[in-house]
Structure formats: C-alpha cells, structure tokens
Nanobody, 124 residues
Framework: QVQLVESGGGLVQAGGSLRVSCAAS????????MGWFRQAPGKEREFVAA????????YYADSVKGRFTISRDNAKNTVYLQMNSLKPEDTAVYYC?????????????????WGQGTQVTVSS
C-alpha cells in the first residue's frame, strides 16, 4: 500500500503562484510514476501532470504546459507541482496519484493510489 498526503493548496489571485506537495509513504519503492489530477465542481477529474520516480521524465496537459512544473524529491518521497500564472479556470481540488507499474500516463484508471485532495482557488 502507498499513502499519499497533499498539502499547500489555498486561495490566490489570478496571475499568482502556488506550490502543492504530495508526500508518499508506505511501499513507495514499488511506485513507477506519480501524477497530479484536478477536479472542478461539476466536471470530470482531469490529468494535469506526471513524473516518473526513476528518471524524472515529465508529462503535462496542454492547458498547463509552460505554467506548471512537476518535480520530485526521491529522498523525501515527495512530489511537487509548482503552479505559476494561475487562472480562475485552474480552480479545482488537486489530487496526487501513484502508479505501481508503467501504464497510461493520462488516464485516471491507470493510477493505483490516490490522496485526499487539496483545494486550489484562483480569484479573478
């Protein structure tokens, strides 16, 4: 089992920055990839970004490319999502997810463990 705990969400004005973190514990050595998803009210949960633990290969949704940066600290078993130039449409609950084996990066169903989520609100 892998436990994931997100932190760092909050309220920020449009154009501002925020960093959310995801601390992983448990059987983390088995995890292949970590991802961030988000879910706005009334919408489906969507892929935001992902990174592989071993070599740090990154993936981004087109909507956040150039504004968000995903990174990881293997020593701390922590993944970060640095969000810059935030827009009101980035408002959502942000979820961290872990994938045990190499599978689709962009699909929710390919991730095995999920955190409880952290709220990010961007005011206009």
């Amino acid at each position: 089992q892998v436990q994931l705990v997100e932190s760092g969400g909050g309220l920020v004005q449009a154009g501002g920055s925020l960093r959310v973190s995801c601390a992983a514990s448990g059987r983390t050595f088995m995890s292949y990839k970590m991802g961030w998803f988000r879910q706005a009210p009334g919408k489906e949960r969507e892929f935001v970004a992902a990174i592989t633990w071993s070599d740090g290969v990154t993936y981004y949704a087109d909507s956040v490319k150039g504004r968000f940066t995903i990174s990881r600290d293997n020593a701390k078993n922590t993944v970060y999502l640095q969000m810059n130039s935030l827009k009101p449409e980035d408002t959502a609950v942000y979820y961290c997810a872990a994938q045990d084996y190499n599978d689709s990066t962009y699909l929710r169903r390919s991730y095995d463990y999920w955190g409880q989520g952290t709220q990010v609100t961007v005011s206009s």
